[in-house]
Each structure stands twice: as C-alpha cells, then as structure tokens.
Nanobody, 122 residues
Framework: QVQLVESGGGLVQPGGSLRLSCAVS????????ISWFRQAPGKEREHVSY????????YTPDSVKGRFTISRDIDKNTVYLQMNSLKPEDTAVYYC???????????????WGQGTQVTVSS
C-alpha cells in the first residue's frame, strides 16, 4: 500500500521560508503524480502544486507561483515543496497526495499523507 509521510512544517515569521518533504513508499504505478494541497480552518482544500514522475512536469497555480517550488529526489522517493516569502495567509495544514494523473482536484488522488501544519506568524 502506498504511504506518504510529510515533514518540515512549523512556525515561521512572515517573509521566511520552509521546505516540506513528502516521503513516498509502496507505490505500484510506473508513473504517478504527487500533489501538494493545503487546507486552512473553515476553507476548502486548495491545490498548490504537482509534479509528474512521467516527465517531471510541474504545475503551480498563480496564487503561489514565484514563491513555491515543487521538486523531487528520485533516489530518496521524496517530493519537496520549497516555500519562500511566506505570508500569514499561507497558514494551513499541508498535505501531499498520490494519484495516477496530474490534476488539481483532490478527488483525483488516491492516497494522502497525514498533513503537516504550517503557521506563518510574527
């Protein structure tokens, strides 16, 4: 069974940076996509980036483009989300998710990590 374990969250001041990690194990597909989503209290889950292992293509929505960068380490089976210039509105629980196709909708993803809290506050 696929397992995803996020790490790297925490408390950071506005303008600071964090790097989230998503360790993937037990995957069964030759090619898959990993997405990062976030969910703030009282809000819907929001897509923030994906990467495809088929061709390393990535997508980042305009809401975080230029500040968030997704990448992966093939040898470590780990996907990263580098977050720079963090704002208070980036505060949320961040989840990584595994799916067969790259997509921005949560319903397209089969397996999810437990989430990691990111809090941006002075």
């Amino acid at each position: 069974q696929v397992q995803l374990v996020e790490s790297g969250g925490g408390l950071v001041q506005p303008g600071g940076s964090l790097r989230l990690s998503c360790a993937v194990s037990g995957f069964t597909l030759d090619y898959y996509a990993i997405s990062w989503f976030r969910q703030a209290p009282g809000k819907e889950r929001e897509h923030v980036s994906y990467i495809s292992t088929r061709d390393d293509s990535t997508y980042t929505p305009d809401s975080v483009k230029g500040r968030f960068t997704i990448s992966r380490d093939i040898d470590k089976n780990t996907v990263y989300l580098q977050m720079n210039s963090l704002k208070p509105e980036d505060t949320a629980v961040y989840y990584c998710a595994y799916g067969s196709v790259q997509a921005i909708w949560p319903s397209e993803y089969i397996y999810w990590g437990q989430g990691t809290q990111v809090t941006v506050s002075s």
